[in-house]
Nanobody, 125 residues
Framework: QVPLVESGGGLVQVGGSLRLSCVAS????????MGWFRQAPGKEREFVSA????????YYTDSVKGRCTISRDNAKSTVYLQMNSLTPADTAVYYC??????????????????WGQGTQVTVSS
């Protein structure tokens, strides 16, 4: 059973918004740093954003700063990624990930233990 399930992807026009959700199950959500990564066709997976388990500190890759907001609802074991002002460069499969005690390595995909199946985001021009 996959412990992380993403939803909220879809087709949106340039300048539009989407909110991705990721529901966790079978793990102690409040002890995991949650991250979002993405992979565009022909490119390597890249870090997008993360939210710490300690103090809800948030981190973003430069290309999404000011346009995206990550948040978590521990009562619902859910992490969200609100994405605004989308551009074609944001087109990718977006993956949710959970990492335990990863500290400052929130941007390293290899430090995350659990991954969702991904949700496609397509931004059309």
């Amino acid at each position: 059973q996959v412990p992380l399930v993403e939803s909220g992807g879809g087709l949106v026009q340039v300048g539009g918004s989407l909110r991705l959700s990721c529901v966790a199950s079978g793990l102690t959500f409040t002890t995991y740093t949650m991250g979002w990564f993405r992979q565009a066709p022909g490119k390597e997976r890249e870090f997008v954003s993360a939210i710490s388990v300690i103090d809800d500190s948030t981190y973003y890759t430069d290309s999404v700063k000011g346009r995206c907001t990550i948040s978590r609802d521990n009562a619902k074991s859910t992490v969200y990624l609100q994405m605004n002002s989308l551009t074609p460069a944001d087109t990718a499969v977006y993956y949710c990930a959970a990492g335990y005690a990863i500290g400052a390595y929130y941007y390293r995909g290899d430090f995350y233990k659990f991954w969702g199946q991904g949700t496609q985001v397509t931004v059309s021009s």
